[in-house]
């Protein structure tokens, strides 16, 4: 078979799930002939494969209840069940949402009463695939922006690194799919354009930049792309994608006096305004993550983005995680996130939290290695004390608590960071187990990691305690191998 030819627009993962399939030699001519129908065959085998719905125990008859209304469109049963009390993201044994299953199975009114109850469109199965992704698949261009009006995310991956986009090219129908991906390439235009305004409208502005803002609009040259795009006849309803505050690319809200913009009131930074800050401290925190001092329109910041030789899959998803969460939270010995900076292609994230001046207890302890006097360790026992009974008040779990996550802001005080394993402890109630537990190395999260997070159980606020009590041990003996 061409196998050149075949994968013209398929995601490589996807070919090689599809061609692992035998085909007879009909089918084979027939994949051969069907070049203008955009490879169905080989989609439908992809698609088939793609999802598994999981089950739930045949003795929890209100989980089951939830989970066939939702499948079957029953909208007044569902409301009837989720007015219980039962929680609206309550998973099956695949770590699936009655959200995912209603988007799988085309459930368009079942989609609207799981999301006026607050059902999360980014809640992650077990194999990493989100409501959004289930929704590219099924080529259902109404639920994905029901989904993105309530704040769905387009840049997750799930566990293989597949993009939603990589799930829209799933879809067996050739006009399904053709109207999804265009559907996608516009949302990602409209985002990138960085404006919330619909460039056929072409009426004046008294606004005294408005000439110079509308010579800049004729020749950003994404932003004419932009116009070619949806200047003739389109499937898609734009005002749909105008009404939606972040887009798929994160909550992103844009003054129309101005080129900048919040995240959840959080500024959002252009990445040409950072610069290196050759005096401040950086340092790793973790295998995939690095801490730079950069200067933001003079003032000392610690950027937190992936190492430049990490592919922005799975990890990037951590951190738009974190930058969620960190929208939300405010304390004092929490880490201030002051900004966040989305590269120009939107596919990478760079957080910008207050300046860390010592760098991590780990940097502290264990490569310049510093001991501590008692009082200073009292104080960081105390400080991180005090994050932690606050994060779980707001019923969340760290899940990861080490020396890495502490940072040494001045000398005095200590701030608790790295909240992109952190989980709803509602969802640890309901089986949910934090990725952590796949971070095997040992001076990155194992060697403070607790027991049940090792076998991959769910984790409690007393994980977070036994974390924390491993920390203060290694404050003390210096040391961060636990026995």
């Not at 007879?24 to 955009?38: F, K, P, V, Y």
């Not at 209603?102 to 409501?131: F, H, I, M, R």
């Not at 922006?145 to 387009?154: F, I, P, R």
């Not at 207890?361 to 932690?388: F, G």
């Amino acid at each position: 078979m061409d196998q050149i030819t075949l994968n013209a627009g398929v995601p490589s993962d996807i070919w090689r799930e599809s061609a692992s399939t035998s085909l007879s030699s009909d089918a084979e001519n027939l994949c051969r002939h069907n070049i203008q129908g955009n490879y169905t065959i080989i989609n439908e085998m992809a698609a088939n494969n793609a999802i598994q719905l999981g089950g739930i125990n045949a003795n929890d008859k209100l989980g089951n209840d939830l989970h066939n209304a939702a499948k079957q469109g029953n909208r007044k049963r569902l409301k009837k069940i989720l007015t219980t009390g039962i929680q609206v993201d309550y998973p099956n044994n695949l770590g699936q949402t009655p959200l995912f299953c209603a988007c799988y199975g085309n459930q368009e009114g079942a989609v609207d009463v799981l999301l006026s109850y607050g059902a999360n469109p980014n809640e992650k199965s077990d194999s990493g695939a989100t409501p959004v992704h289930v929704a590219a698949l099924s080529g259902n261009l109404n639920i994905l922006s029901k989904l993105l009006t309530h704040n769905g995310d387009l840049r997750l991956h799930d566990k293989d690194g597949r993009t939603t986009k990589d799930w829209a090219l799933m879809q067996p129908n050739p006009k399904k799919r053709l109207q999804m991906v265009e559907f996608l390439e516009k949302t990602r235009l409209f985002a990138l354009t960085r404006s919330g305004h619909d460039f056929r409208d072409t009426t004046h502005s008294e606004h005294p930049n408005r000439s110079r803002m509308a010579l800049y609009m004729r020749n950003n040259p994404v932003v004419r792309m932009f116009n070619e795009k949806i200047r003739g006849q389109s499937s898609v309803n734009l005002d749909q994608l105008k009404s939606s505050p972040s887009l798929g690319y994160g909550k992103v809200y844009h003054d129309h006096q101005s080129s900048g913009g919040f995240m959840s009131t959080i500024p959002l930074v252009n990445e040409t305004v950072l610069i290196h800050d050759p005096d401040g401290t950086t340092y790793d925190s973790g295998s995939f993550v690095v801490m730079q001092s950069m200067l933001w329109k003079h003032t000392k910041v610690t950027a937190k983005r992936l190492h430049r030789d990490v592919d922005a899959g799975t990890e990037v998803d951590l951190l738009i995680k974190e930058a969620d969460y960190m929208g939300k939270l405010r304390h004092p010995c929490l880490l201030l996130l002051m900004g966040i900076c989305q590269t120009n292609n939107l596919d990478g994230i760079v957080l910008l939290y207050e300046n860390i001046t010592f760098g991590s207890l780990y940097y502290h302890l264990h490569q310049k290695v510093e001991k501590m006097h008692t009082n200073q360790i009292l104080e960081v026992c105390r400080q991180i004390c005090s994050a932690l009974l606050f994060l779980h008040d707001q019923n969340l779990v760290h899940c990861y608590v080490t020396s890495h996550a502490i940072g040494l802001v001045n000398p005095h005080q200590a701030k608790l960071g790295n909240f992109e394993y952190m989980l709803e402890s509602d969802h640890c109630n309901m089986g949910k187990t934090s990725a952590v537990s796949s971070n095997r190395s040992g001076h990155v999260a194992y060697n403070w990691m607790a027991p049940e997070i090792m076998n991959q159980c769910p984790p409690s606020f007393a994980s977070d305690m036994y974390s924390y009590c491993c920390v203060v041990w290694e404050m003390l003996k210096c040391k961060s191998q636990i026995s």
